[in-house]
C-alpha cells in the first residue's frame, strides 16, 4: 500500500489549509492536480475490517469549476489517463484499478451544480479506497501510527493514544473541514472485561458506560490526566477548559469495540 508526498501535494495542501503531513498515493496526487479545485474538505483513515487492510481519503465536498457536464469529462480523462476502469453504465460513478497486490476504488457522486457566487462552479463527493488483496491479522494502534505516521496528530496529547496503543485496530482516522477543525479518532477492540482490576471512581465514567471495562477506565484515566472534564450531563463529551478541545469516548458496543475522538482545537 504505498502511499508519499511530494512538492506539488504539500503545497496544494499548504494553500488550501489541510495539514501537510497526509500523504496519498501517486494515482490520487496526480488525479487532484488535473482538476480546476476551487475548494476541498479532507480525511483519511486505516482501517482492518474481515481480515483485510484498507486505506481510504475522502472529500465530503470537492469544488470543481465548471458546468456540471464540464467537470464531469473532465473528471472522466482524468481517470482514463491513469489507466483506471470505470464501471459500467448505469451503475454508480465508480472506478477501479488493480495492481501490486492491491485493489483501489474510487466512488464519487455528483457533480451538483453550485448556487450562488461569482464562479460556475460544482461539488462532487468522493471516496477513493485502496484494498490489500491478501489478509492479514489486525494490526495494533501503535503499529498503525508507526506504518502511516502521518495519520496521528501532533496535537493530540500521547495520554490517551497511550492507553489504546496496544489493542487490535479496527480504524484510525484524521480529517475535518479546515486544518484548525480536525478530529482524530480511533476504533479498537475492547479488552476483555475479565481483566479489569478495579472499578473507576464514581462519575468517572457514563452513566450507561460498562463499570467493570478496562478499556474504558483506562482511556478516561488518560484523558482526566490531560485536564478533561466530564460534561455535565453528558456521558460520552469531555472538554479541556480554556483550550477549545473536545473528546468523545464511545462503546463498547455489541462487537466489543470502543471509539475515541479528540478534537484538539475548535
Request: charged residues 25%; proline residues 7%.
Amino acid at each position: 500500500m504505498s502511499v508519499g508526498t511530494d512538492d506539488a501535494w504539500h503545497a496544494f495542501l499548504a494553500q488550501d489549509r489541510k495539514p501537510e503531513q497526509i500523504h496519498a498515493p501517486a494515482a490520487l496526487r496526480r488525479w487532484i492536480a488535473a482538476l480546476p479545485v476551487l475548494r476541498w474538505d479532507l480525511g483519511a483513515a486505516f482501517a482492518h475490517e474481515a481480515g483485510y487492510a484498507t486505506l481510504t481519503w475522502w472529500c465530503g465536498e470537492l469544488g470543481l469549476r465548471g458546468r456540471p457536464e464540464q467537470v464531469r469529462e473532465m473528471v472522466d480523462a482524468a481517470f482514463r489517463d491513469l489507466d483506471f476502469t470505470r464501471a459500467p453504465e448505469g451503475d454508480a460513478w465508480t472506478f477501479y484499478r488493480q495492481a501490486s497486490g492491491t485493489l483501489t476504488e474510487v466512488a464519487l457522486e455528483g457533480p451538483r451544480r453550485w448556487t450562488g457566487g461569482r464562479e460556475t462552479a460544482c461539488g462532487l463527493r468522493v471516496r477513493w479506497t485502496v484494498k490489500a488483496v491478501t489478509a492479514s491479522p489486525s494490526p495494533t494502534v501503535a503499529e498503525v501510527l508507526r506504518e502511516f505516521p502521518w495519520l496521528a496528530d501532533a496535537r493530540v496529547d500521547r495520554a490517551p493514544v497511550d492507553a489504546v496503543a496496544s489493542l487490535p485496530t479496527a480504524e484510525v482516522s484524521f480529517g475535518g473541514t479546515w486544518s484548525r477543525y480536525f478530529t482524530w479518532t480511533v476504533t479498537v477492540g475492547a479488552a476483555d472485561p475479565a481483566s479489569a482490576t478495579r472499578a473507576p471512581s464514581a462519575g468517572a465514567l457514563g452513566a450507561d458506560a460498562p463499570a467493570e471495562d478496562p478499556t474504558l477506565q483506562s482511556i478516561d484515566r488518560a484523558l482526566r490526566d490531560c485536564g478533561y472534564v466530564l460534561q455535565p450531563g453528558d456521558e460520552r463529551e469531555y472538554r479541556r477548559e480554556n483550550s477549545g478541545s473536545y473528546a468523545w469516548l464511545e462503546g463498547p458496543d455489541a462487537s466489543r469495540r470502543i471509539t475515541l475522538r479528540i478534537q484538539p482545537e475548535s
